[in-house]
């Protein structure tokens, strides 16, 4: 169940017909819902209302500031990957000891700026990095926070290019060698050691896998308490999967009551990072169809949204529902939903059965909320869509769409030519 539901014929996002919005806004433009991400929100925060826990949304998955600050008026706190990510999460107010940064290659400047932020704990991803941050942290007079991000070689079960936890990635640092690092962090003056960091894939359907994860990571926690170390934090990183089609992934109150089974007698705060859960099934991107056509052995319906405004179906092959914003097709036709790009890829539908949509329609694709405008780009020069937050009656745009000007932002011309 979610906020975007038909009321006759018309599909509305809450209280607000999805129609109106396009006619003030126009189209391509991401719609959100605010009463699902609280929703969604609170189901994850109540999982765990049994632990002590902070919930630190995954940025990357939806970093409008509109959803940023939904979440840090509920009590969230950030997983962010960068800098930016950083400077996002802070112009919403969060409090930076509800922050952590994960992410295979944090620059000097970012580890300085967060640094001087003073965020709760650096997730370290390898060896190097953790010489890197007690360097920098030493540069700033500084104790840096840290958890090693240890990679626990259990197979998610999930897409491969959103398979992280296994030994072949590039994240993490390998179980089996993360007690000799927490051994050289203890011996690093400007570190603190205060957790133990694991994040093992995306759209998981399953709870078993982090249940695993869990296990294995409660015997590193024993050697590392054997060593002396007062381990305080237990981050279980997101990925917890959503609903795109026919998937049945498990309700936050099951991952809740399975992890807290599994970690209750450690006297650990327990940090999560969930992204796609939060976000995904609270916003859809609404395009126009332009024009329909009868390739040779293929319907196509080409609209004005393409694999720039929402990336997945093309990277993943990814699955996301159509709706029609206003039912009123007559029957249904099998063929590709494609944009404006010059890729063959650039499909948001592919050999599916969908309305017979007419140009001059609006189409809704569902589940966008997460990893849709964050992986935008300009690519072929087309400006970034429009954003838009709902709450009941009402909504406000919450990024403009870009303009030609915007475009060309920060480019020149040289002198020599
Ligand atoms: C370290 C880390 N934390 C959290 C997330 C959020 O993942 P998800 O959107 O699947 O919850 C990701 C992305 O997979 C990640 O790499
Ligand atoms: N971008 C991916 C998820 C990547 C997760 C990154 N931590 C997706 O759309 O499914």
């Known amino acids: 169940m979610h906020h975007f539901q038909y009321k006759g014929d018309e599909l509305f996002a809450e209280e607000v017909a999805i129609k109106d919005i396009v006619a003030e806004v126009g189209s391509p433009v991401y719609i959100y819902s605010r009463a699902t991400l609280e929703r969604h929100f609170k189901a994850m925060d109540d999982a765990f209302a049994g632990a002590p826990h902070t919930i630190c949304y995954s940025v990357k998955a939806n970093s409008n500031l509109a959803v940023l600050k939904t979440f840090v008026n509920l009590g969230g706190g950030v997983d962010i990957v960068s800098g930016g990510e950083l400077y996002r999460a802070l112009a919403v ?12 290659g944090k620059r000097d400047d970012e580890i300085a700026y967060a640094l001087k932020t003073g965020i709760l704990m650096f997730n370290v991803e390898s060896e190097q990095e953790l010489d890197r941050i007690n360097e920098v942290a030493g540069r700033l007079n500084k104790k840096a926070g840290i958890a090693i991000r240890v990679n626990p070689d259990v197979d998610p079960e999930t897409h491969p290019y959103i398979t992280t936890g296994l030994k072949k990635a590039k ?23 205060l957790g133990i960091d694991c994040h093992i894939g995306s759209q998981l359907t399953k709870v078993s896998p982090f249940v695993d994860a869990i296990k294995k990571l409660k015997r590193l926690l024993e050697g590392v308490r054997d060593m002396g170390i007062d381990v305080k934090y ?85 699955f996301h529902g159509v709706r029609p914003v206003v039912r009123n097709q007559s029957g249904v036709i099998e063929g590709d939903i494609v944009g404006p790009i010059c890729e063959s890829g650039d499909f948001l539908v592919k050999d599916r059965e969908i309305p017979n949509f ?56 040289p002198t020599f030519l």
Do not use: W
């Not at 107010?93 to 295979?104: A, C, N, R, T």
């Not at 981050?235 to 970690?263: F, R, V, W």
């Not at 999560?272 to 319907?299: D, H, M, S, W």
């Not at 300009?378 to 009656?393: C, I, L, Q, T, W």
């Open 171 to 193: 994240f993490g640092i390998n179980i089996e060698r993360a007690l000799g690092q927490y051994q050289r962090a203890e011996s690093m003056n400007n570190l603190e050691i």
């Open 234 to 318: 237990l981050d279980l990183g997101g990925g917890l999967g959503i609903q795109y089609n026919d998937e049945a992934p498990p309700l936050p109150a099951d991952y809740g009551s399975s992890i807290i089974e599994e970690t209750k007698d450690l006297g650990l705060h327990l940090l999560f990072e969930p992204g796609r859960n939060l976000v995904g099934n609270a916003g859809i991107l609404v395009g126009r169809c332009l024009y329909t056509k009868q390739g040779e052995e293929k319907n196509f319906v080409i609209v004005d949204a393409g694999m720039n405004d929402l990336a997945r179906p093309a990277l993943y092959g990814s």
């Open 93 to 104: 107010g969060v409090d930076p000891k509800k922050v952590v940064y994960s992410g295979v």
């Open 358 to 413: 007419q140009p001059g329609d609006l189409i809704a694709f569902m589940s966008a909320g997460a990893y849709g405008f964050t992986m935008s780009s300009n690519y072929n020069s087309r400006p970034r869509v429009a954003e838009v937050m709902v709450d009941g009656k009402r909504f406000e745009v919450v990024r403009e769409r870009e303009t030609l000007a915007d475009l060309v932002k920060g480019e020149s011309v």
